[in-house]
Structure formats: C-alpha cells, structure tokens
C-alpha cells in the first residue's frame, strides 16, 4: 500500500521529497504556495476541466508575452512598491520622487544624448510637448550625468519592440543630465493604453468583469551615481482613468500639470518655433543603500536566479 496515499500525504510527498540539497527559499515558497493552491482545488472542488482550462490559458498566457499585464492587473507589481515604500519609511528613506511600476513593455538600450532629445519621428499625430526639469539628490542638490530614461506609446497607445508597426527605439530614449542636472525631451502626449482585446488577458478581465485600461502616462528609469535607481511615471491630467488605472500605477504625486506656453525662443534645437505643451517635473533621487541600488536596470534585467545551493 506504499503507493496509496491521501491528499494530504501528496502534498508531503510533494514538498518535502529530496534528493539533493535544492535552495531553501524556493523549498519553503513553493510548498506554501502548492499547499494554498491544493487547498483553494479542495475547497472550491475545481473540477478537471476546470483545472485543465486553466492551465491551458497559463500556457497561453506564457506563449503570448503576457504574464507582466496579468501581474499588473492583478496588483502584484504595485503591491511590491508598497511593500519598498513600507521597507523605507521603516528606514527613514521615504523621500524624493515616489516610485511606481516599471510595467512589462521597458526595452534597455535606448538612443542616448546629452541634454535633450526628440522621442518621436515626425509622423505621430497628437500635441507636441516638452517635458523639463532637473534631476536632484533629496536635498535638492542638481546631478549633473544622471541617466533619464523615458518611454511611452504612441497614439495607438502601443509600444515600439512590442507593436511591429514601430521602428526600434521609437519614443524611446536616455538623456543624461548637463552639467546643471537638467534635461528635457520633447515629444507628443500619449494616450491611455488598453489591453489586446481577444487574448489571454482580455480573457481573464472579462471574467472578472473588470476593465484593462490605463490613464496616459510616461514611463522613466532615472539614476545618477551613488544614487537608488528610480522607477516612475508620469500621468497626464483628465484622462477617464486616473483614479482608475486596471494596473494601479496611478501617485497623487505624480500627476503632472500641463502648461501651454505660446511660442518663444530656447526651443530652436528641438525643433519647435510655434505654441506647444509644456510639463515642468524635477526628480529627487535617494541616496542608494548600495552598489546594486544605483544600477540602471529594469526589471527583468536586475533579476537574478537563485543559486542551487
Ligand atoms: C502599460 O503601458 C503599462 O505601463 C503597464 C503597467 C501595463 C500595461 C501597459
Ligand atoms: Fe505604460
């Protein structure tokens, strides 16, 4: 009868099977999180077809590139910035410009400048507009040779490298700071972003009966030396969903106020001579706690596999 088991002398058999030593933190979470799904199958008495549904969409999920809108909308990547918030103000860091989630659609790389840069290719209908500031430590000190990383959609509300219709890198750029810590950028005001209708996600959203919108926003990967690296965004003001955002990016301090300014001189090498948009936003760096701290990664990039030992 050694063969014969319950449910619960599975789930042992499961988790505490060994063979080699394996890394202790991938043991411990993964049993958690087999014993909790074991469980909700229990309890809810999810049926084969059920199960196998699901793991046929998993599949799906995974064969479509999607897994970063499913963590999105499902709230896992602003619960770790609140958990980052919560683990700095214990420490006495909670200061300068607020983090919000990177987002699945950051490509590393961009086109780098000095100062200032054109994001878009002159064919993007929309208003043009230049977003300036100056990127600073938390006491307000400018940085010069900070990196700014900037990217957002077009006016379809898709991305370059994710939609095939864009050339490499379009809306997508580094600025690194002159010697007084500014940059600026110009380009034109992106809408919100819906998720693809008739995919995985979409699938999961209309069964939840919730929407997969975002407000417009801009995204920014900001670092400087000896500096934490910051993730952010930018929303733009009066869009349906600012206080709706389905990934729950949105930050009362980071809504920005769009000034439109008449035409003027100062804009000739960004190629502007006629009224636009302006947005003026500095960023606040916090003192990094390290070396990997200050390290312009995005996510995927920073991600290390634990080590089997
Ligand atoms: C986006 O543009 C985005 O920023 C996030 C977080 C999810 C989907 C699309
Ligand atoms: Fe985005």
Redesign the pocket.
């Known amino acids: 009868m050694k063969n014969e088991f319950d449910r619960s002398e599975l789930l042992r058999r499961v988790t505490e099977a060994r063979a080699k030593d394996g890394n202790e933190r991938v043991r411990t979470i993964t049993k958690r999180v087999v014993a909790d799904l074991f469980k909700t199958i229990e309890e809810f008495e999810v049926k084969p077809v059920e199960f196998w549904a699901a793991m046929q969409w998993l599949s799906r999920l995974g064969a479509s590139g999607q897994i970063?809108?499913i963590t999105?909308g499902l709230g896992f990547?602003r619960l770790l910035d609140i958990l980052e918030d919560e683990a700095d103000a214990r420490a006495g860091l909670a200061a300068g410009t607020p983090r919000a989630?990177e987002?699945?659609?950051y490509v590393p790389g961009a086109p780098q400048s000095e100062y200032e840069a054109r994001l878009d290719n002159g064919k993007m209908p929309g208003s043009v507009y230049v977003m300036e500031g100056t990127v600073r430590d938390i006491e307000g000190n400018p940085l010069p040779g900070a990196v700014v990383d900037v990217w957002h959609?077009n006016e379809k509300g898709a991305?370059s490298h994710f939609d095939p219709s864009q050339e490499p890198y379009n809306l997508r750029r580094r600025i690194v700071t002159d010697a007084q810590g500014r940059y600026r950028f110009r380009s034109v005001l992106p809408p919100g972003?819906a998720?693809p209708p008739d995919s995985p996600t979409s699938e999961l959203f209309d069964l939840l009966g919730r929407h997969g919108n975002?407000p417009a926003?801009i995204?920014f990967l900001v670092s400087a030396g000896g500096k934490r690296a910051l993730t952010t965004?930018v929303n733009i003001p009066g869009d349906t969903y600012i206080d709706d955002d389905f990934?729950f990016?949105t930050r009362d301090g980071l809504v920005v106020t769009l000034e439109e300014v008449p035409a003027q001189g100062g804009y000739e090498s960004l190629g502007i001579d006629f009224a636009f948009t302006r947005i003026r936003f500095d960023f606040k760096l916090q003192p990094a706690a390290g070396e990997q701290d200050a390290l312009h990664l995005g996510r995927y990039e920073r991600a290390v596999a634990p080590s089997a030992a």
């Open positions: 970063g809108l999105a990547d989630i987002g699945p659609l959609a991305y972003y998720i975002r926003h995204h965004q990934a990016a």
